[in-house]
Nanobody
Framework: QVQLVESGGGLVQPGGSLRLSCAASGNIFSIYTMGWYRQAPGKQRELVASITSGGETIYVDSVKGRFTISRDNAKNTVNLQMNSLKPEDTAVYYC???????????????WGQGTQVTVSS
């Protein structure tokens, strides 16, 4: 089994910053793409940013220039630095990882439990 544990959410004023972190642990052989998704009330979950094991990144247009995703392959962690936050960034943010497990060597998508980010004055 693989666990993803997120931290770093909270309440911040517009224009402020937050840093989300996610650590993967458990039956891990290799992690391919890691990413952050978010889901606002009444909306579908959407990809915010992703990063491959080689460091290639993808961002949704609405966060380009404001958010930065990074990862530490040795520690199986992924971070999301969020700057210039806007009220429309308010959502539950979920960590995601494409993991090849030790026991079966199959690849499976895993999700964290979610962390609330609220941008409000």
């Amino acid at each position: 089994q693989v666990q993803l544990v997120e931290s770093g959410g909270g309440l911040v004023q517009p224009g402020g910053s937050l840093r989300l972190s996610c650590a993967a642990s458990g039956n891990i052989f290799s992690i391919y793409t890691m990413g952050w998704y978010r889901q606002a009330p009444g909306k579908q979950r959407e990809l915010v940013a992703s990063i491959t094991s080689g460091g290639e990144t993808i961002y949704v247009d609405s966060v380009k220039g404001r958010f930065t995703i990074s990862r530490d392959n040795a520690k199986n962690t992924v971070n999301l630095q969020m700057n210039s936050l806007k009220p429309e960034d308010t959502a539950v943010y979920y960590c995601n990882a494409d993991v090849q497990t030790l026991k079966t060597l199959t690849r499976t998508q895993y999700w964290g439990q979610g962390t609330q980010v609220t941008v409000s004055s």
